[in-house]
């Protein structure tokens, strides 16, 4: 059992960088898991497991952004009324929050109807490999682009809803194929739509909450919600880590984008792609 929680922190630590750097959780964690395999338990449980491991990353985002996300409010002044129920709803978060729902609305949709479908046919290396390259490349494009182009939109609040639900498009490519990465496709998504870096990288965080709450909610139904002893503290332990590395990890990757660009990343996938693809040669 001793081995297997080490290869639970593993995957936490793996869990906890890759989901939000733009280079795929899901692609990084079926990759480990080729060379690093659980011993006690069944593939039903490692399909459940390497999304609901996200729950922990998700509660990161959480505790960083609660004040930016917590839509209760006693300011009366910042309230959607003045007066009954609505004046207890801060105005600027609710809307955000309609955007946000906006935004899962693409990856909610066509996620329920064929995940099993995407899950058989692109959750293997070959497919990330080239989801890797081929979005690696699609960041440096962007990125050079972008240079070009000012004024770009600072605050969440300057998101309109047509961009909300552009950026859910995006989000949605990253539900079909692993390797994609979903932050990596949403803050893609935001970049080409004029939205700056910290406040692309923001939103995909936001959007993050519902979409992976009800990707873990649908793995979890699916699992059925009877777990042995092992399997529960691999699941928790493997949330616990990924909880503590995100919290890190996204405040360096805020403080990163205020002073560099995503190429690294780009580069970084691009290289990745080439070695599996190698590697399966």
Known sequence: ???????????????????WLPISSTGHLILVEQFVKFKTVSP????????????GAILAVVILYWDKIWPITKNKKKAIK?????????????NLWGKIIVGC????????????????LFYNPFCIAIALIVFGIAFIIIENYKKQRKNAKEKNSQITYKDAFIIGIFQLLAAIFPGTSRSGATIIGGLLIGLSRPNAAEFTFYLAI???????LLKLVKFGFVFTASELIILLLGMIVSFAVSIAIIKFLMNYIKKHDFKIFGYYRIILGIIILLIMM
Do not use: H, N, R
């Open 105 to 120: 609305i693409p990856a909610a949709i066509i996620g329920l109807l064929f995940d099993d479908v995407f899950e058989a």
């Open 210 to 216: 519902p979409t992976m709450l009800g990707a873990s």
């Open 1 to 19: 059992m001793i081995i297997e929680i080490l290869k639970t922190i593993l995957f936490g630590i793996v869990e906890g960088i890759t989901e």
């Open 82 to 94: 003045k007066t009954g129920i609505l004046s207890y709803f801060d105005s600027e978060i609710m």
């Open 44 to 55: 039903e449980f490692w399909s459940m497991f390497q999304v609901v491991i996200q729950l």
